[in-house]
């Protein structure tokens, strides 16, 4: 019965979620991309300050927000599963607010996973409020929702909301007894739209956001996860209203671990070289591949990014250049390192001269390459969008398979993608062969190479249609870094990214505008840290007319 009563309110709740989700209204294109061939913002006239409002919106949260916040809330419960895990993403990133919606399966997965949470979520409320041991009243329960719900709903509930929930609880235990009265509860608050939903409605007539949604968002763009004390006592105080006080919370979030989560996960997204643990590798051709060895190698990609923020410069001319590598025992390999020199186990820091920065890592080319060799038009591609913010086309259907590098005719990928320069090919090809094949020199695994099946490597390269100054040839994958590393063209799209995910925004006209607004307050410089790059970010969004003004 309790069960039932539960799932009565879960789905009153996800009702009341599914209708307001469904008036949001938004596009749900991706932002960022360009013509090939265009320059970024090359016919873009923008004016100190000009922007556009963007629209309200109420977003669900994400897989990684929902477990964050059940286990901060809830700090006794033990496990906590993801209810979106295997939600496809809408756009460039895993929080793009547009495709944060709740289907069918999406659903039946919330609510299986609530009443499996719900007996250990009670039982923490019972060890966080002594009350709740003894008799329901509603002293009690008043007590409960008052210091349970600004971490819950991230914001102070009115006089009447209070007494509804405090109500709420009262009859549930009076009803089921406990503890399966207080589960009852617990999995009718964490279905409401209240808890599943992030809100950007600000006052009515104004439009400012009040200090709650402003530290929520902060938290949740830093952190995801609920505001801590620090950031909650700042909204109550008005200590949120100057651009400097919203990036140094900003700041402080994002490095209060010391493990930087927000910037791994945005590197894993923007790159997607944590792909390489779920790619297979002809055993035969690569034995040093495994599923432990792919682990291992996404892990030394996040701890270089770790590294790199903590004691390099931390910029995104840094991460494309740097000759640093992280790496152990089990990779050594890989970097024609003496696994000797290296403990077991433990992941350190040395220098390759074969690499400069992320795109030279073996996870990232790991991810990339197929399961028996590299994939020159697919790693083009990755970069051309990635990094320039171009739009390459999807290949026509029907298209044949080419010839596999093990023929006589094609004894190399080179050779084997030559058939792309015919005219029917080269008007796409052309924009992504060259720049691929420039990575030779490593295999499908991102080990360094010389030759290919006795053939010696041709590891020349060239990037073109950019209309910038990063044109021309270049010899090998770090060579590539580092040109990419040096220029404005590549600086201009990591900040489209960026803001994409730090906001999890979508393109809204005046987005262009905003950016470059960005770009001056961060001096347009390619040293600049990715940490302010994402406070600049975070506050020129707070300071739009979207949220109304920030004092300076």
Not at 29 to 51: D, T
Not at 424 to 446: P, Q, T
Request: charged share 15%; with cysteine; proline share 4%.
């Amino acid at each position: 019965m309790a069960k039932l009563k539960g799932s009565l309110y879960l789905l009153m709740g996800l009702i009341c979620a599914l209708v307001f989700n469904q008036c949001s209204g938004f596009n749900a294109a991706q932002f960022g991309s360009v013509s090939l061939g265009s320059n970024i913002f090359s016919s873009i006239q923008c004016k100190v300050g000009e922007s556009t409002s963007f629209p309200r919106r109420a977003w669900r949260l994400t897989g990684p927000q929902y477990v964050n916040t059940i286990k901060s809330i809830f700090p006794s419960v033990q496990t906590v599963n993801n209810p979106f895990k295997g939600e496809a993403a809408a756009g460039a990133f895993s929080n793009n607010s547009n495709g944060l919606n709740l289907g069918k399966l999406l659903t039946e997965n919330l609510i299986a996973e609530n009443e499996k949470l719900a007996p250990a979520a009670a039982a923490s409320l019972q060890q966080t409020y002594s009350c709740l041991n003894g008799t329901v009243d509603n002293a009690c329960a008043t007590t409960v929702i008052k210091g349970l719900t600004p971490h819950l709903f991230r914001r102070v509930l009115t006089a009447t909301e209070i007494n509804s929930y405090a109500q709420f609880l009262v009859t549930s235990v009076a009803t089921y007894g406990k503890p399966n009265g207080i589960s009852t509860f617990v999995q009718g608050i964490l279905l409401s739209p209240n808890f599943l939903f992030r809100y950007e409605i600000g006052d009515r007539t104004t439009g400012v956001l009040d200090p709650y949604e402003r530290a929520a968002l902060i938290s949740y763009s830093a952190a995801d996860n609920v505001p801590d004390e620090e950031l909650l006592a700042a909204a109550q105080s008005g200590a949120l209203q100057t651009r400097e006080q919203v990036k140094n919370q900003f700041i402080r979030l994002a490095k209060k671990s010391g493990r930087y989560e927000l910037f791994i996960d945005f590197f894993r997204q923007y790159l997607h070289y944590d792909a390489a643990t779920s790619r297979t590798k002809d055993a035969a051709m690569f034995p040093q591949f495994n599923a432990n060895v792919a682990q291992a190698l996404v892990n030394e990609t996040d701890a270089l990014i770790v590294e790199l923020l903590k004691s390099g410069t931390g910029s995104i001319k840094e991460f494309l250049s740097t000759d640093m590598i992280m790496t152990q025992q089990l990779t050594a390999g890989f970097y024609n390192q003496n696994p000797g020199s290296f403990q077991n186990g433990v992941i350190s820091k040395t220098r390759d001269a074969n690499r400069a920065g992320l795109l030279t890592q073996p996870s990232f080319l790991a991810s990339v390459g197929s399961q028996a060799r590299t994939s020159p038009v697919k790693l083009g591609a990755l970069i051309r969008g990635s990094l320039l913010c171009t739009h390459v086309p999807e290949a026509p259907p029907g298209i044949p398979q080419l010839e596999d590098v093990s023929s006589t005719e094609y004894p190399t990928q080179r050779a084997r993608l030559a058939v792309h320069t015919r005219p029917a090919c080269a008007s796409c090809h052309k924009y992504m062969d060259s720049i691929g094949l420039g990575f030779e020199n490593f295999d499908a695994v991102g080990a360094i190479r010389t030759t290919e099946n006795g053939y010696p490597v041709n590891d020349s390269g060239a990037i073109s249609y950019t209309n910038s100054e990063i044109d021309g040839s270049f010899n090998g994958g770090a060579a590539l870094g580092r040109k990419l590393a040096s220029s404005d063209l590549v600086k201009t799209c990591f900040m489209q990214r960026s803001y994409l995910y730090v906001t999890g925004q979508v393109n809204e006209a005046g987005s262009d505008c905003f950016i470059q607004n960005v770009r001056r307050a961060s001096q347009s410089s390619v040293n600049t840290d990715v940490v302010q790059v994402f406070a600049e970010i975070f506050a020129e969004f707070l300071v739009s007319p979207r949220f109304g003004p920030l004092e300076n």
